[in-house]
């Protein structure tokens, strides 16, 4: 096969942690060519959607961890497999890249996730759908509507729309003399509205991270706030634990599977805090390299696999 990726500059890409290098691994482990491009790179011309892609060659013993082999104009319609794995914020330029997305051929080349889906689902909001799976929340810019959710809970988050890795989550308190000013910051003075959420305490021991592949549970990672920090993230200084999936996220992901499978929404990584669903991740989700290193399974090479049966076209 040819896959393109969709992703961030290569060289801001983290070898050991990242998952869209795990899966580039994967897939030329497996024999396939990979190609990589930004999203600038995508443009549309002479009636189709083409990239200024790179072929790239892994060598992940070497640094840099791959090599240029060629960079080429081409219809991204040569390619069986584009996957769109650049890391929010989903901004215009984002969006604008599914657009052109939207113009390949479904019988050609698998998109994924699926352009619409990617933009039906923001990776906050989205958890509003499974509302009997989430903790006590309230999305708006309205301050007096924040406080007083703040009030009735106690303790609470607040989360900005767009963020990841942990960016602009705030833990806040009924009485912290900065509540207003914290609320104005976060609603970048009620211009943006931003979620609220309960203080669920079982987060301190942990955010467990679920990677679904088309609605299945494939592997799970616990991420533990570090220390002097409420955030479990990696990017926020959290470690990762090895854990299972518990009965009733089992039933949370049965839940999702088919609004996702719906969506085409192949490749997702669901964040759960003391059984309740915090986040649903669509864009770059990532934990896959954590989790086979814990778990001493290569989970890379069986999405790897999974793609192969799964693009329309057998290269
Ligand atoms: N309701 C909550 N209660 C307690 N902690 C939370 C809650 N929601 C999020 N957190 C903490 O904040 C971190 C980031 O939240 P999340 O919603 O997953 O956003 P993102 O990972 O996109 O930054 C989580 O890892 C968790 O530690
Ligand atoms: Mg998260």
Partial sequence: MQVAFIVDPLSQLQVGHDTSVALMEALQKRGHRIFCLGLADLYWDQGETWGSV????????????YEVKERRLLPLSQMQAVWM???????????????????????????????????????????????????RTCVSSSKALLRQFVEQVGQAVLKPLGGKGGEGILRVNAGDPNLNSLIELSTQF??????VQEYLPQAAAGDKRILLLEGEPLGAVNRIPGEGDFRGNVAAGGRVEKTEIAEKERALCAALAPVLRQEKLYFVGIDVIGERLTEINVTSPTMLREICQLEGVDLADQVAQWLEKKVPIKA
């Fill in 54 to 65: 790179e072929e790239i060659v892994l060598d992940l013993g070497a640094d840099p961890w």
């Fill in 85 to 135: 794995r650049k890391d929010p914020p989903v901004d215009a330029a984002y969006l604008y890249a599914t657009y052109l997305l939207d113009h390949l051929s479904p019988r050609r080349t698998l998109v994924l996730n699926h352009p619409a889906g990617i933009r039906s689902a923001n990776e906050k909001l989205y958890a509003l759908r499974f509302k009997e799976w989430i903790p």
């Fill in 190 to 195: 009620g211009r943006l509205p931003v979620m």
